[in-house]
T-cell receptor
């Protein structure tokens, strides 16, 4: 069965310092992995996705993530945090439902705070 | 602009009432989904649908019902049988192609509160 674990419920950084949000996954086959961002009382926006084409994936707003099969990890990073990055971030793994539907399995989320 | 529209943004329900949350998409996506979000629990799947007049229960379908009479629309009814309906509800759609690589696009959500 597929699952995803976000290792930190809260992360706090200073503006201009690096961001690291950690995600481990469990999958019985080669996974499809996603990172989504959610600002307060808003919907979710896709940051990036891993589809086995390249292990280092670049997304929007300067974020990137590296797929490490040996560590079953898909950590999200950004070299320099901006105040506008403060939000909740979800690591997601995709799996098949009956009939070929895609089901997205969400981690519990990591709330990122950015301080001046 | 293409996207997913959820309405209303805020909804208040009295005990024992049924309420319906609207979700409309103009992305021409086949698949649509409803998720419930509670603090610290991520998103949980309520119902999903691939085609018109077809839908399936997700992980927490009890107390909810849906319909899919049109490709563009996937309304969710929260019935009085749902004992703890206060939550943030998100509708999503995806371009079903039988692969796991297809991401979902989300609406802006409806916050439902029982009063």
């Amino acid at each position: 069965a597929q699952s995803v674990t976000q290792l930190d419920s809260h992360v706090s950084v200073s503006e201009g310092t690096p961001v690291l949000l950690r995600c481990n996954y469990s999958s019985s086959y080669s996974p499809s992995l996603f990172w989504y961002v959610q600002h307060p009382n808003k919907g979710l926006q896709l940051l990036l996705k891993y589809t086995s084409a390249a292990t280092l994936v670049k997304g929007i707003n300067g974020f990137e993530a590296e797929f490490k099969k040996s560590e079953t990890s898909f950590h999200l990073t950004k070299p320099s945090a901006h105040m506008s990055d403060a939000a909740e971030y979800f690591c997601v793994v995709s799996t098949h439902l009956s009939g070929g539907y895609n089901k997205l399995i969400f981690g519990a989320g990591t709330r990122l705070a950015v301080h001046p | 602009d293409g996207g997913i529209t959820q309405s209303p943004k805020y909804l208040f329900r009295k005990e024992g009432q049924n309420v319906t949350l609207s979700c409309e998409q103009n992305l021409n996506h086949d698949a649509m989904y409803w998720y419930r979000q509670d603090p610290g629990q991520g998103l949980r799947l309520i119902y999903y649908s691939q085609i018109v007049n077809d839908f399936q229960k997700g992980d927490i379908a009890e107390g909810y019902s849906v319909s899919r009479e049109k490709k563009e629309s996937f309304p969710l009814t929260v019935t009085s049988a749902q004992k703890n309906p206060t939550a943030f509800y998100l509708c999503a759609s995806s371009d079903y192609r039988g692969t796991r690589n297809t991401e979902a696009f989300f609406g802006q959500g409806t916050r439902l509160t029982v009063v």
